[in-house]
């Protein structure tokens, strides 16, 4: 049993209150997922030729106190990659100006107990251990802005509660996505991806769903047939809520086991699994709040 959270905001007035916004939501879920917690937020994207990684330090010694400056001076000057780094704790948000994959490599040889969350041009990455509450406090969930979230709750059934095992899971760039439920196939699935490349970070099984419908996209797929795909080949139970740049995406297993529950107002669609994380959402009274139906697929753009 899982908690799952989304927010994206229509009315760019209240783009400054997202992190405001959606801490109570995620806090809302601490009984469906106290093990960890993270989130996923979607910002302006960097200027063209720039990228940047979420990375974690929390597995290096004293990760807490991390020194990312000395990171980025190293990276500079090893590799020219007019970077810069924006620190909280054992995270940090590393942008630059030179291939993403180059950077992983470096990050590898430079300290190898680094792991990168996420990448792309607008996804910042923070997940860890802990209730909620302690992961939003630590990182400061409540002053994140932009146009929209995804977070998670986990209460781990069937992998080891680790950081990098908590969601959102990522694969590609500007991919996340979060799972409550759990899949039957998820080694299948791995070995249907491995001839074309796809490398796995960790056991869970909501990372081969990442990656099989980051493939799909990489594919030349819409998001659309992606998930109609993801019908196709994903076996199990499962609400999965997915963010891109520009959409928030929701779809449920043909059972609809996974509960969900989704609120659209003219300012803002929130998703959530139980209403009792939406209840404090400005305007939710007024709200056309509904269960999202089974196998059916829900995106919305920003």
């Given at each position: ?20 916004l959606m801490v109570p939501m995620l806090i809302g879920m601490t009984e469906r997922g106290p093990d ?129 095992r908590a969601h959102p899971f990522t694969a590609g760039e500007d991919f996340c996505l979060v799972h ?101 959402l400005p305007g939710v009274a007024h709200a056309h709040v509904f269960e999202p139906a089974p196998e ?7």
């Amino acid at each position: 049993m899982c908690g799952i959270v989304g927010l994206l905001i229509k009315n760019p007035a209240l783009r400054e209150q997202l992190g405001s916004l959606m801490v109570p939501m995620l806090i809302g879920m601490t009984e469906r997922g106290p093990d960890s917690a993270g989130l996923a937020v979607f910002t302006a994207p960097l200027p063209q030729g720039r990228r940047k990684l979420s990375v974690f330090a929390g597995y290096v010694a004293g990760g807490d106190r991390y020194d990312w400056q000395e990171l980025v001076s190293a990276l500079n000057q090893d590799l020219h990659a007019k970077a810069q780094v924006e620190a909280k704790g054992n995270h940090g948000i590393l942008s630059f100006a030179i291939e993403p994959q180059t950077v992983r490599q470096w990050l590898q040889g430079y300290q190898p107990l680094l792991k990168v969350f996420s990448a792309g041009r607008s996804i910042d990455l923070y997940k860890d251990i802990g209730t909620p509450a302690e992961v939003a406090a630590r990182y400061g969930f409540a002053d994140f802005q932009g146009t929209h979230l995804v977070g998670h709750t986990r209460m781990a059934t069937e992998s080891a509660v680790t950081p990098d095992r908590a969601h959102p899971f990522t694969a590609g760039e500007d991919f996340c996505l979060v799972h409550n439920g759990s899949l039957s196939n998820p080694y299948a699935i791995r070995r249907m991806l491995a001839p074309h490349g796809i490398a796995f970070d960790t056991d869970n099984d909501t990372e081969a769903a990442t990656r099989f419908l980051e493939w799909r996209l990489r594919e030349g797929d819409e998001l659309k047939e992606a998930l109609q795909k993801g019908f196709e080949v994903l076996d199990g139970f499962y609400t999965f809520l997915m963010g891109t740049p520009t959409e928030l995406a929701l779809i449920r297993d043909p059972f609809a086991c996974k509960p969900a529950v989704v609120a659209e107002s003219d300012d803002y669609v929130a998703i959530a699994s139980e209403f009792r994380s939406l209840a404090h959402l400005p305007g939710v009274a007024h709200a056309h709040v509904f269960e999202p139906a089974p196998e059916e697929m829900y995106v919305w753009k920003v």
